[in-house]
């Protein structure tokens, strides 16, 4: 007789519980970035190839002032004013490329999956 581990048993019931059917699942829009806070803001850390942020042109270092409206100074900003947008939805995104720079506002067109 086999020995299966209990909670390894109970880890994949739940995961089988919560999956959700294709069909079901929510798409969400990428904007092709990696970003990190610094010094109370937060900045484009990566510029993911042939995503959404570098087809318009947003650059590494910058610093995310909003998108769609919502002020962003933390990621989580980002994911919230995010969270209900879905892939080739346009969103207004305004960064700053340095300190003494101009705010730059930009359209971008959500991509559908995340660029590697």
Known sequence: MAHTNPARAANATIEERIRIPSEYAILR???????EERDGECRIRTVLSGGAAAKVG?????????IDGHRVR????????????GPGEMVGV???????????????MLASTQTK
């Not at 829009?29 to 970003?35: P, Q, S, T």
């Not at 990621?75 to 969270?83: E, M, P, Y």
């Not at 305004?94 to 971008?108: D, L, Q, Y």
């Open 58 to 66: 947003l650059k590494k270092s910058a610093v995310i002032i909003d």
């Open 74 to 85: 933390k990621i989580a900003d980002t994911r919230l004013a995010l969270w209900d947008k």
């Open 29 to 35: 829009g990428f904007l092709g970035v990696r970003l």
């Open 94 to 108: 305004s960064i700053r490329g340095s300190p003494a720079a101009k705010t730059e506002h930009f359209e971008v």
